[in-house]
């Protein structure tokens, strides 16, 4: 059961990296790379969270490190700047229902201005939404450029051949 969890969460991954990837209009031959690379990511984060309780945000860091050095080595397979590979498999790991929860706290705070129990539930659910949305996108950022920062000539020169 615990394979099939991790399986299905895989391969929704690998689905809307291939979705996003669309967007971006890569090379055909890149959207193996992206699938792989959002599967292993976002199955990595799951497990992390799932297993030993890390929280979202260094299970993000942990998946986006993951990503990243994969689009690192697997660029160099396909001739596709990492970038190219790394942002579509990171963008299905945005805590879109953090955001989005957020938004909507927002906009209930502003209808409640004459409830102060109402404003300060509502305050309170915005900046603890904000705090997760906004640390996960920021340690989905340092993970997926870190490995740019520590490989800059491998990083650039990914689409030369030798």
Same mark, same amino acid.
């Given at each position: 059961m615990i394979a099939m969890d991790v399986l299905s969460d895989a391969l929704f991954a690998a689905v809307a990296g291939m979705?996003?990837?669309?967007?971006s209009c890569?090379?055909?031959?890149a959207f193996p790379y992206i699938a792989l690379l959002a599967a292993v990511g976002h199955a990595a984060r799951f497990c992390l969270m799932t297993f030993p309780g890390v929280d979202l945000a260094t299970g993000s860091l942990a998946a986006a @490190? @993951?990503?990243?050095f994969g689009s690192l080595w697997l660029?160099?397979?396909c001739r596709t700047p990492m970038t190219? @590979?790394?942002i579509p498999a990171l963008l299905p790991m945005i805590p879109g229902k953090y955001a989005y929860n957020m938004v909507f706290s927002q906009i209930m705070f @502003?209808?409640?201005m004459g409830d102060a129990h109402g404003r300060t539930l509502y305050m309170d659910m915005f900046f603890s939404n904000a705090m997760v949305t906004c640390s996960v996108i920021f340690m989905l950022a340092v993970g997926a450029t870190l490995p740019m920062f520590l490989f800059p000539k491998r990083a650039y020169s990914i689409t030369r051949r030798r």
């Open positions: 979705g996003f990837g669309a967007i890569p090379p055909k031959r @490190l @993951l990503i990243g660029g160099r397979r190219v @590979l790394c @502003l209808h409640t």
